[in-house]
T-cell receptor, first 117, second 111 residues
Framework: EAGVAQSPRYKIIEKRQSVAFWCNPI?????LYWYQQILGQGPKLLIQ????????DSQLPKDRFSAERLKGVDSTLKIQPAKLEDSAVYLC???????????????FGPGTRLTVL | AQSVAQPEDQVNVAEGNPLTVKCTYS??????LFWYVQYPNRGLQFLLKYITGDNLVKGSYGFEAEFNKSQTSFHLKKPSALVSDSALYFC?????????FGSGTRLLVRP
């Protein structure tokens, strides 16, 4: 079974530039998550989708971050414009659950390491 | 607010010795607790979870965790450490359908 795919693996940009990350979840998984992991910290949930609808985006900085999951499969996370403090690893995860409950095991992709200069 | 704490930034053990990685939690209601492991340049991998039932939970790669309600702890354990167990370990709690992660504990197993 293929895992969660993410691209690119690494990205270096200058502040105020834009960047986009792509995630392809495990086939058949209804729920998709984007996390931000700053160096030395645990991952923090940015947004959760169930199929193509947003379940929770309370911790997404909406003035600069946006995410979409068209057709309920792939997802894209965008930052525009980037700030220095956005330097982090961005993790995508998916779970089978259709209820959105976190008792469903989440499977994580390898992440995209973003460096903002 | 729901939270987890991992009091040790790093744990060092010799190969073959037992290991413990500590986690304490603060939740209202029934806790749903998780352990994940992160290897360099890779995403998090699920190890085990406690939802209800037996306080001793067995997971992947020979790991287990003991849920202790009175001490609000969920420590990760393994009877005999391997060098390949060296990685970053995260404890997490389900909080209103969000996973709240601890800050992580780096495990270093020396040969």
């Amino acid at each position: 079974e293929a895992g969660v795919a993410q691209s690119p693996r690494y990205k270096i940009i200058e502040k105020r530039q834009s960047v986009a990350f792509w995630c392809n979840p495990i086939s058949g998984h209804a729920t998709l998550y984007w996390y931000q992991q700053i160096l030395g910290q645990g991952p923090k949930l940015l947004i959760q989708f169930q199929n193509n609808g947003v379940v929770d985006d309370s911790q997404l900085p909406k003035d600069r971050f946006s995410a979409e999951r068209l057709k309920g499969v792939d997802s894209t996370l965008k930052i525009q414009p980037a700030k220095l403090e956005d330097s982090a690893v961005y993790l995508c995860a998916s779970s089978l659950g259709t209820s959105g409950a976190f008792t469903d095991t989440q499977y994580f992709g390898p992440g995209t390491r973003l460096t903002v200069l | 607010a729901q939270s987890v704490a991992q009091p040790e930034d790093q744990v060092n053990v010799a190969e073959g010795n037992p290991l413990t990685v500590k986690c304490t939690y603060s939740v209202s209601g029934n806790p749903y607790l998780f352990w994940y492991v992160q290897y360099p340049n890779r995403g998090l991998q699920f190890l085990l979870k406690y939802i209800t039932g037996d306080n001793l939970v067995k997971g992947s790669y020979g790991f287990e965790a003991e849920f202790n309600k009175s001490q609000t702890s969920f420590h990760l354990k393994k009877p005999s450490a391997l060098v390949s167990d060296s990685a970053l370990y995260f404890c997490a709690v389900d909080s209103s359908y969000k996973l709240i992660f601890g800050s992580g504990t780096r495990l270093l197993v020396r040969p």
